[in-house]
Structures are given as C-alpha cells and as structure tokens.
T-cell receptor, first 115, second 113 residues
Framework: EPEVTQTPSHQVTQMGQEVILRCVPI?????FYWYRQILGQKVEFLVS????????KSEIFDDQFSVERPDGSNFTLKIRSTKLEDSAMYFC?????????????FGSGTRLTIV | GDSVTQMEGPVTLSEEAFLTINCTYT??????LFWYVQYPGEGLQLLLK?????DKGSNKGFEATYRKETTSFHLEKGSVQVSDSAVYFC????????????FGTGTRLKVLA
C-alpha cells in the first residue's frame, strides 16, 4: 500500500538553528499538508499546499516557517530559527482531492526536539 | 469554532474486553467524521469514517455511528486484541478556506494478554 515517507524520524536541534523536515507524499496525490502535535495536545493544522503554492496556513505558520516542493517527489517544511516551543511531532500528509473525503494518508511523523 | 473532544487515556483492557472510546464534536455545519489510529512507530492511518448523520463506519471489527442528536462518534469494538494497542484519534473535516482536519487529543489504548 502506498505510503507517505518522512525523514528523519527524530531530530534534535539547538534553539535558533534552522531545521528542514522532509516528506515524500504519495506519487499521484495533489494536495499536501503539514500538521503538528505538541506533546499531550491536539494535532494541529499548519499548512496546505497545492499546485506549487500554499493554499492555506494557520496562525501557527508564521514567517519562521516555509514549505517547498523542490522536485517532483519531496515536500519539505523548514523552520528558519527554531524556538523551544517548536518541539513537537510533525506529520506530513497527502490526499487525492481537496475534500479529503477518502481520508488523508499521513506519514509516521518526525519528532522534533529543540534544546 | 469547530472542535473535537475525546476521552483521555490511557485505556487499559484485557484481551477480548469490550472497547468504547468516546468522541463528541462541535460544528457549525455537517462535517465528515473520522477515526484515525497510530500504531507504535507508524503514521496516522484512517480506521473508519462517516459522512452524514446515522452513517456507521466500520473496519477491522471497529465501529462508530455518526449521531447528530448527541454530536457524538464513539468508537467501539466488541473484543479487543493485543494488536489493537495504539493511539486512536477522533477527527472531523471542515471547510474554512480549504478543507482541513480538527483532531482530538488522542486516546492511548493498551490491551493486555
């Protein structure tokens, strides 16, 4: 069954450093997403991406965050200058259609720890 | 705004016990409702879904019925197995600009042999 692949599975980064989280969505999917879950809290929407541009972003997704699809397969989330409160599990997802009525396919997540 | 509330865990059961994980939602419209499961070391996987009132979603012995009158979507299984140990997330999808999910906090289930 097709998978969404995320790397790395764990990342420890010093505060103030840049970090890039990588995702390979399912090849025929057109819509891509990043969600995050701070420990013990809800899974929160960060950003959606379609046709090589951001469709929607949440209040969390400030100027420190950016997304890119640098080639036909990868979808990356960059945090430019990390803060302690960026520590969370980050999930990438993709879907065939905008509505996601069949559900999104999520990756296994990257656990980001800022020290 | 729209929200999802699910029971806190962890829930610890013996094998073959009956499982209920409660989920209620608040929504202005008529959202689609989902249960996702996350097994250790894996991603969120769609377990089941329901798109309108009174729909019952089912998969792998799990069931949930979309109850509009009680705004609930409780997850049930008649006889759990050790392999069901995972974190279960209730979610709805809503339209605000684009479609996006609202997730509950997740409920960890541990099934003992």
């Amino acid at each position: 069954e097709p998978e969404v692949t995320q790397t790395p599975s764990h990342q420890v980064t010093q505060m103030g450093q840049e970090v890039i989280l990588r995702c390979v969505p399912i090849s025929n999917h057109l819509y891509f997403y990043w969600y995050r879950q701070i420990l013990g809290q809800k899974v929160e929407f960060l950003v959606s991406f379609y046709n090589n541009e951001i469709s929607e972003k949440s209040e969390i997704f400030d100027d420190q965050f950016s997304v890119e699809r640098p080639d036909g397969s990868n979808f990356t989330l960059k945090i430019r200058s990390t803060k302690l409160e960026d520590s969370a599990m980050y999930f990438c997802a993709s879907s065939e259609d905008q509505v996601g009525g069949r559900g999104y396919t999520f990756g296994s997540g990257t656990r980001l720890t800022i020290v | 705004g729209d929200s999802v509330t699910q029971m806190e865990g962890p829930v610890t059961l013996s094998e073959e016990a009956f499982l209920t994980i409660n989920c209620t939602y608040t929504a202005t419209g008529y959202p689609s409702l989902f249960w996702y499961v996350q097994y250790p070391g894996e991603g969120l996987q769609l377990l089941l879904k329901a798109t309108k009132a009174d729909d019952k979603g089912s998969n792998k012995g799990f069931e949930a019925t979309y109850r509009k009158e009680t705004t609930s979507f409780h997850l049930e299984k008649g006889s759990v197995q050790v392999s069901d140990s995972a974190v279960y997330f209730c979610a709805l999808i809503y339209l605000s600009g684009t479609y996006k999910y609202i997730f509950g906090t997740g409920t960890r289930l541990k099934v003992l042999a």
